[in-house]
């Protein structure tokens, strides 16, 4: 047992489907005589040769999850292997698109079924999860106003945040700004994808047309200094997935990757795993990879799950419980 297991982590970009273990989508498939053979490898696990066509094989894996039941299965499933990570909080982010076409009654039908889920795996593995309503961005901005008002139906303390996910260079961030001004009068958080297929600029359209308080990725963000200070002056937080950005080459090795770059410059980072069997990690597997490259030690980690749980969109007394878990690990 190394240094990382038993440190408690806390999730905040997580992609419900993209974390599917390949196993299950093949069990799923092979239920219902669908043929998926050609999104896997020899070695049965995802395959893809750059990040648009992971988004065609993650759609196609998605294919296999058709109703409120299997969503059931799915999130009993990512949990199983978050817990098994130390992580003890995790957001997920969900799509109304997957989850019934974008029709409200029948994302509530998914929702019931995803909370039903979360709510056995926190009682069997102490795991709490919270939920953030993604748009697509390569579905454009009419289905992203159609999954606001979904967003908006199912705010509360369970559905806590409303983000972009999908193909960052379609489209600008203010094509977004209703659906994102929807979210925000519902009273959910915000956070979008960006800075990570798209420059600095897409950062600062981000924070500027959208109003969001976190950024998914934002690592590029490293190119414009001047827009690190900007992030850092502001306390916008950056959901920080370095494996994921390594296993889609946008940096080479772990050691290239700029989060600790932007930490020293004062930037909020967080880790996260993004689509983790796409990418071959966990959490605890990002964990060990960041100490080996930029050896970092318990106290970094400990620094970056209190960041982690400040920036994380439940409610008070839900951080409260989850600080008092990182604290007894502490103690
Ligand atoms: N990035 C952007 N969009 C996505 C991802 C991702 O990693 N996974 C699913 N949709
Ligand atoms: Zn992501």
Known sequence: MNMTANLPKIELHLHLEGAAPPAFIRGLAKEKAMDLSGIFDERGHYAYRDFWHFLKVYEAATETLKSPEDYHRLTLAVLEESAASGVVYSETFLSPDFCGGRDVEAWKDYLAAIREAADLAEKRDGITLRGIITAIRHFGPEKARETALCAAETAGDWIVGFGLAGDEKMGKPKDFAWSFDAAREAGLRL??????WGGPDSVRDAIRDLGVERIGHGVRAIEDLALVDEIAEKGVVLEVCPGSNVALGIY???????????????????????????????????????????????????AIARTSIDAAFCDGDTRDRIVKKLEAARA
């Open 191 to 196: 956070t979008a994808h960006a800075g990570e």
């Open 252 to 302: 080479r090795t772990w050691r290239d990757h700029p989060i600790h770059r932007l930490r020293e410059r004062g930037v909020k980072v967080t880790v996260s795993t993004d689509d983790p069997p796409f990418f071959h990690t966990t959490m605890k597997n990002e964990y060990d990879r960041l100490a080996d490259a930029f050896d970092w030690d318990e106290g970094v980690f400990d």
